[in-house]
């Protein structure tokens, strides 16, 4: 019997250590040094994150698509002092209305029949950090509850008879213009206040252009090693290719985009054949970008700026959905403007 304990306790010793390995590796996996980039638009999300992981205070996220909110909202959890308590991620989106209540706050047995006991997210989150995704998909009953948490401390159970107290902290992200929301009475302007302690905006990857080697050889790296082929980095034109496509996916498209070419690449380099016909088509849609890149003989001023101009152009038709008007808006160029630099670029189809 002796043995048998003894045994049992160096099991438990043992999963003990594997328990500290693992959590050592979940935290160095999600700290801000693995958020790539040098451009200072990602050096700045770095700071934010360095220097508002330690305090409590709530946190909004925001940014398009694929541009990296979750992988923030985690490196602030692991570089906090809540880092060995839980980081419950709730996507607003994708619960249906009915269950969005039960499934926040937590809903009492027999509050409906059949219905059983369950502990809300915020409360199994306790001591730790509650990421709200598309927080701008709440609905308002939900809203009102969750400020009610935040200036309270506790959850109202559904059918539940007193209130728990809670100890979370708030991360909240949405790739919608919350105050555009407001306006619109979707969202409580309240709530926002809440939640908008700290903001950190995340650069649209087409913001952050001079990223993209960087990123995609990481990327590259990491799925070359997983699919264990041996492949060393990209042609020159590749990169190019993946330099001027406007990335609606962002970060995420780019990750697939070259998980894609590492499965599809027969040689050691990734080439422009590897890459998907709307990247490679966009680089051809371009002449004049295409041959000043080419050449690779000495770009002239004017060169260079017909080059931004494009960018900038194809970027704000990329972010509004080819709306001309708003697009001209953004560029601070009249309608009819923008309507002929379309025109002159080739980019009017
Ligand atoms: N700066 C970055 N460096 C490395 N990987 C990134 C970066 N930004 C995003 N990613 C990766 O891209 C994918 C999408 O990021 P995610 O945080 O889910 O975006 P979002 O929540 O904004 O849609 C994830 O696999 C994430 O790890
Ligand atoms: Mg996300």
Redesign the pocket.
């Given at each position: 019997n002796s043995v048998a304990l003894s045994e049992l306790e160096r099991r438990r010793q043992e999963l003990l250590e594997l328990n500290l390995h693992l959590r050592r590796e979940v935290e160095e996996r999600f700290t801000s040094k693995?958020?790539?980039?040098t451009s200072s638009k990602?050096q700045d999300?770095r700071s934010m994150i360095d220097r508002t992981a330690e305090s409590a205070v709530s946190v909004l996220?925001t940014?398009?698509?694929?541009?990296?909110?979750?992988?923030?909202?985690?490196a602030i959890h692991y570089q906090s002092q809540r880092r060995s308590k839980p980081f419950v991620a709730v996507n607003c989106a994708a619960l249906p209305e009915s269950l969005v209540e039960s499934e926040l706050f937590g809903i009492e047995k027999g509050v409906a029949t059949g219905v059983e006991r369950r502990v809300g997210r915020i409360e199994s989150a306790n001591g730790g950090t509650l990421f709200l995704?598309e927080i701008g998909d709440l609905s308002m009953t939900a809203q009102a509850k969750l400020l009610r948490v935040l200036q309270e401390r506790e959850v109202e159970w559904v059918g539940g008879r007193r209130p728990v107290p809670v100890d979370v902290r708030l991360i909240a992200?949405t790739?919608k213009d919350l105050k555009e929301e407001i306006k619109q009475n979707r969202f409580r302007q309240d709530l926002f206040f809440r939640l908008n302690v700290i903001h950190i905006r995340?650069p649209a990857l087409r913001e952050v252009r001079s990223?993209i080697p960087l990123?995609a050889t990481?990327?590259l790296r990491k799925h070359a090693k997983d699919l264990e082929r041996d492949i060393q980095g990209f042609s020159q034109n590749a990169v190019k290719a993946l330099m001027s496509y406007h990335w609606p996916g962002?970060?995420?498209e780019?990750?697939n985009e070259v998980k894609r070419a590492v499965v599809l690449t027969s040689g050691r380099e990734i080439q422009v054949e590897d890459l998907s016909d709307a990247i490679v088509e966009e680089r051809l849609a371009v002449p004049e970008l295409e041959s000043a890149m080419k050449s690779g003989e000495k770009q002239t001023l004017k060169d260079r700026v017909t080059t931004l101009e494009i960018q900038m152009i194809r970027d704000a038709m990329a972010q509004t959905d080819s709306d001309r008007r708003r697009a001209a808006k953004m560029l601070g160029l009249s309608h009819q403007g923008l309507l002929n630099k379309l025109k002159r670029y080739g980019l009017d189809n």
């Open positions: 693995n958020i790539v980039g990602i999300v996220v940014g398009e698509n694929g541009t990296g909110k979750e992988l923030s909202a985690r995704d992200a790739n995340m990223d990123l990481y990327f962002n970060i995420r780019l990750e």
